[in-house]
């Protein structure tokens, strides 16, 4: 049973380009949660999706990112207009029916 | 501000010892999950517990949920090198599981 994948593992970008984040969940979970990892930080909640529905998108910043659940394919995070502060790690979990989340091996971006 | 703190930020211990995390806040949770995450690699989920004050053992782990649902412990017996990485506790608030609020984690290293 494969579990969460994400891709690219890691990706580069210049600031001013556009960021795409993909997560895949695993078989049979439609919940899907996203959140970005910094050094000092910790891990922070983004948003969560079902099927092509957000459910909570609190944590998102209001401009540049957006994230998207469709019926056929994986969850995408898209960050546009990249800048130096959005580098980070992005996480993917996904859960069934709204209980434990299991984290994808997340997305290591690198805005230049 | 961080809704859950975790304590040690860091311990460095020897194979052999034993040793006791903690995870604390002022709020209640409904539940609270135990991640151990390794560099480059996203979050493992260890365990959840749900109940105040149940106690779930993992092999040489063992969780405790705090009789009023606002903390919890991890303790590990008889260290090992392969106990060492990054121990996150995360919390849910409300009657179902939405995001997570993640504590910064404890760093632990075991040396041979």
């Known amino acids: 049973n494969a579990g969460v994948m994400q891709n690219p593992r890691h990706l580069v970008r210049r600031r001013g380009q556009e960021a795409r984040l993909r997560c895949s969940p695993m078989k049979g979970h439609s919940h899907v949660y996203w959140y970005r990892q910094l050094p000092e930080e910790g891990l922070k909640f983004m948003v969560y999706l079902q099927k092509e529905n957000i459910i909570d998108e609190s944590g998102m910043p209001k401009e540049r990112f957006s994230a998207e659940f469709p019926k056929e394919g994986p969850s995408i995070l898209r960050i546009q207009q990249v800048v130096r502060g959005d580098s980070a790690a992005y996480f993917c979990?996904?859960?069934?029916?709204?209980?434990?989340?299991?984290f994808g091996p997340g997305t290591r971006l690198t805005v230049l | 501000t961080q809704l859950l703190e975790q304590s040690p930020q860091f311990l460095s211990i020897q194979e052999g010892e034993n040793l006791t995390v903690y995870c604390n806040s002022s709020?209640?949770?409904?539940?609270l999950q135990w991640y151990r995450q390794e560099p480059g690699e996203g979050p493992v989920l260890l365990v959840t517990v749900v109940t105040g004050g149940e106690v779930k053992k993992l092999k040489r782990l063992t969780f405790q949920f705090g009789d009023a649902r606002k903390d919890s412990s991890l303790h590990i017996t008889a260290a090992q090198t392969g106990d060492t990485g990054l121990y996150l506790c995360?919390?849910?608030?409300?009657?179902?599981?939405?995001?997570?609020?993640f504590g910064r984690g404890t760093q632990l290293t075991v040396w041979p």
């Open positions: 979990a996904s859960s069934p029916a709204r209980n434990e989340q299991f």
């Open positions: 709020s209640v949770f409904s539940s």
């Open positions: 995360a919390g849910a608030q409300g009657s179902t599981l939405g995001r997570l609020y």
